[in-house]
């Protein structure tokens, strides 16, 4: 059985190898030994912290194979995005440009950097292996946080923003970064992702253009990468958008990529997943799959079960998921549909 649950530091070789595969461009998960291990430390702790608002605290969550203890997937949330330091973007907009002697009246989209999603929540460090996209324990992976976040509000923002990885070839070049960035630091995109990995995306956020871009007189594939999502960000990015995420307000400042963003109490499986008591027993065959979470903390818990349940009504679990997600007869979980 695959199960959701906060990551440990016994986890750490683990997960070093799932970030060795992760797509270029995922920098809050960087295949480095030191900043992975400062990643989890600062997941237990938040974990442990009692807190009554999002401020500094990251979640880090793992999913794991409980029979063989190998992990196939990850994903984070960071309760504050630039709660240390400005969380940039670019923010698409259009400017008016108008002459009434000519009777000419053009709307031009430009990009603007800006800091507007700094304090919202941020969904991090996805990673699903591959033999397991586009099945329900992707879906697990993703909106198992989700089930998380809506158990223990309070350490969240009201509002929720994820940087989907944009556009790169097989090479690892990035025409956005080419067109934007590579014009104020010396080297490729990879090398700039790299870096961003281990130390802050900030400092190089921070030597980027304050001035509005044009995006006409960006080359032709650059503006074609804006918004544009990398083969291996698609499986979370159509999962966000069944969430009701929305993309049409900001891009990432490197590679372009979608920056989607959303009010915590408007996501699907914040709204509409339910608080329903727990009985122990055979579930009925031919139900449909749920994602089923505890109402735990540190040992918060998320699995796939197919259950027929109906509203209004206790859950029956097997003995095998009550097991799994730490529950005895009678205990509360929460459900949502797959």
């Given at each position: 059985m695959l199960v959701m649950r906060p990551a440990q530091m016994a986890d750490l070789a683990e997960v070093q190898r799932l970030a060795a595969d992760s797509p270029v461009g995922v920098t809050s998960l960087p295949d480095d030994a030191d900043r992975l291990r400062e990643k989890i430390a600062?997941?237990?702790a938040s974990f442990s912290a009692e807190v009554s608002f999002n401020g500094e605290e990251s979640y880090f969550f793992v999913l794991e194979d409980s029979e063989s203890g190998r992990l196939v997937g990850c994903s984070g949330i960071v309760a504050?995005?630039?709660y240390s330091e400005p969380f940039y973007s670019f923010r698409n907009e259009t400017f008016v440009h108008n002459s009434r002697e000519l009777k000419i009246h053009n709307k031009i989209h430009v990009l603007s950097l800006c800091h507007d999603l700094t304090g919202n929540s941020l969904l991090t460090s996805f990673y699903v292996d591959r033999s397991l996209v586009d099945t329900a324990w992707?879906?697990?992976?993703?909106r198992g946080r989700l089930l998380f976040l809506a158990n223990h509000?309070?350490?969240?923002?009201?509002?929720?923003?994820?940087?989907?990885?944009?556009?790169?070839?097989?090479?690892g070049d990035s025409p956005f970064w080419d067109a934007v960035g590579r014009n104020f630091f010396d080297m490729n995109y990879t090398e700039a992702e790299r870096i961003c990995g281990l130390k802050s995306r900030t400092f190089l956020a921070e030597l980027m253009p304050h001035y509005p871009i044009y995006v006409p007189l960006l080359p032709d594939d650059a503006q074609e990468a804006m918004g544009q999502v990398h083969p291996r960000a698609q499986i979370s990015f159509d999962i966000l958008m069944r969430e009701?995420?929305?993309?049409?307000?900001?891009?990432?400042?490197?590679d372009g990529g979608p920056t989607l963003h959303a009010r915590t109490s408007g996501i699907r499986s914040i709204a509409q997943s339910r608080v329903v008591p727990v009985r122990i027993g055979e579930p009925v065959k031919g139900g449909r799959p749920y994602?089923?979470?505890?109402?735990?903390?540190?040992?918060?818990?998320?699995?796939?079960?197919?259950?027929?349940?109906?509203?209004?009504?206790?859950?029956?679990?097997?003995?095998?998921?009550?097991?799994?997600?730490?529950?005895?007869?009678?205990?509360?979980?929460?459900?949502?549909a797959v």
């Open positions: 600062a997941s237990e504050s995005a630039g992707s879906e697990l992976n993703s509000p309070e350490r969240f923002a009201d509002a929720l923003v994820v940087e989907i990885v944009g556009h790169s070839d097989e090479a009701g995420f929305e993309t049409d307000h900001y891009i990432d400042i490197f994602l089923v979470s505890n109402g735990q903390l540190q040992d918060f818990r998320a699995i796939v079960a197919d259950l027929d349940w109906v509203p209004g009504k206790p859950v029956t679990l097997s003995f095998a998921a009550a097991e799994a997600l730490g529950v005895g007869e009678g205990v509360s979980v929460r459900l949502v």
